[in-house]
DNA sequence: TTTGAAATGTATCAAATGTTACAAACAGTG
DNA sequence: CACTGTTTGTAACATTTGATACATTTCAAA
């Protein structure tokens, strides 16, 4: 039995009232599925023809590499979508073997139902564009991110989205830790090119505070 | 005026037949704009609610960096639809500035207006989130790629993919050349690293042919 | 076959980054 | 204050890759 209540808070049907989405779920077929914990849900490679949501617990999700071991990927809970960018495109099969963590709930909707509910309720269809359309956004940022090859133009590229029009002062809300490790340089690196750039008088640092000096000479380095 | 045999060609209206496309039009509300050549079609931090779809001619999609040069991302052409990504999601603006490099007559269909059409239109609406989702999969793909530092590493990931379970011998359909571009490397390097591969034992090479000797090898590489 | 352009193999050197190690600065706790 | 763990600065050295140049091979056209 679906639980509205919780399903209308998946980011896919947010805005919709429980009494709502029971009238919509009651105009297609779908399937509740329970698993109890370390059950597998996908297997990788598996076909994608369904809406897999989680109403009730926890799953995990991880890739096999080459060799079949496996690597963790992700953890998600109710009430949240699974592969939402694999229901449709040209790859329709799971990129991931996802496993219960916990007793589990999943709510089985096939692609045509699933294509259906679009069509019956904007609002839906509106949340769904909205998921695959902003993990497109979110993917593009960070390539673009990795597309700067020196960890000088990272940092320069960093600062100068912070900072943006105005300001010349960018607070860092990370440690040199985590701004190395999304950078994907090591620490030291980061830290001894940080230094260089204040050498050069084109930043200054106070701890978590770093002030650009030249700004014309920063955009200069993304330009390479 | 729309033409309909042009527009149905596009990824997004693919299927339709033109005359089942011409009445879809006339149920909803659109623009059909006229573009001399040079002519500015969007600017990038343009608000996009509209999509637009080029009827006629060709585009180039150009991004400001920080300090106000522009750099060129993209050649696009009849009957392509823009920025598809940039529709929905929660970044609602244009990244790019596009401009006319012909004569161009784009049709311009309201947000509001378009959601119509995928609701009127199975078929549109499996096509547009096909697209998204393909987008979505190709920048996965890419990333996953560009998170394999070392160029053994990207080797590696390469020819396992192409050869999945089955095949030892892969047949790279790229020059070196090309390889070396989309793995982001030098050409010379890429050649290096081959040659080093081949003298470890872990491949043979044969013109465009590599054969894998040592999967387990080629595996642990990627493990790091 | 000859010829010339493109693709490939290889070498040398410089630049960027990783690795490791250690010291200094800082923040919180008793 | 003293103590302890975390963050940051810095150094020495190794590794990887880029840049450049040139020889060799391949392939197709004349």
Redesign the interface.
């Known amino acids: 039995m679906i639980q509205p209540e919780i399903l209308c808070q998946s980011p896919i049907f947010r805005g919709i009232s429980p009494d709502e989405l029971q009238e919509l779920f009651r105009q297609i077929h779908y399937q509740v599925k329970s698993y109890q914990k370390n059950d597998l849900i996908t297997i990788a490679g598996e076909v994608c023809d369904r809406l897999l949501i989680i109403q009730e617990g926890s799953v995990k999700a991880e890739m096999n ?3 079949g ?1 496996t690597i963790k990927i992700e953890d998600m809970s109710a009430p949240w979508p699974l592969a939402t ?7 329709n099969r799971f ?1 991931v073997t996802v496993s219960a963590t916990s007793d589990v709930v999943m709510v089985s909707i096939p692609k045509p139902e699933f ?1 259906k509910l ?2 019956l309720n ?1 609002l839906i ?2 949340n ?3 998921t ?6 979110f ?2 940022q ?2 673009k991110f ?1 597309s700067f ?1 020196t960890i000088r133009q990272k940092i320069a590229h960093y600062l ?1 989205e912070k900072a943006g029009e105005r300001l010349q002062t960018v607070e860092v809300p990370q440690s040199q830790k985590q701004l190395a490790e999304m950078f ?1 340089v090591t620490r030291p690196s980061l830290a001894r090119t940080l230094g260089e750039m204040v050498q050069e008088g084109l930043i200054e640092t106070q701890r978590r505070a770093i002030k650009i000096l030249d ?2 000479k ?3 380095l ?2 390479g």
């Open positions: 590499d080459y060799s071991k960018a694999f229901l449709f495109g040209k790859e990129p294509v679009l069509q904007s269809l509106n769904y564009l909205n695959i359309s902003t993990r497109a956004q993917l593009s960070k390539l990795l090859k100068l994907g700004k014309a920063m955009n200069q993304l330009k």
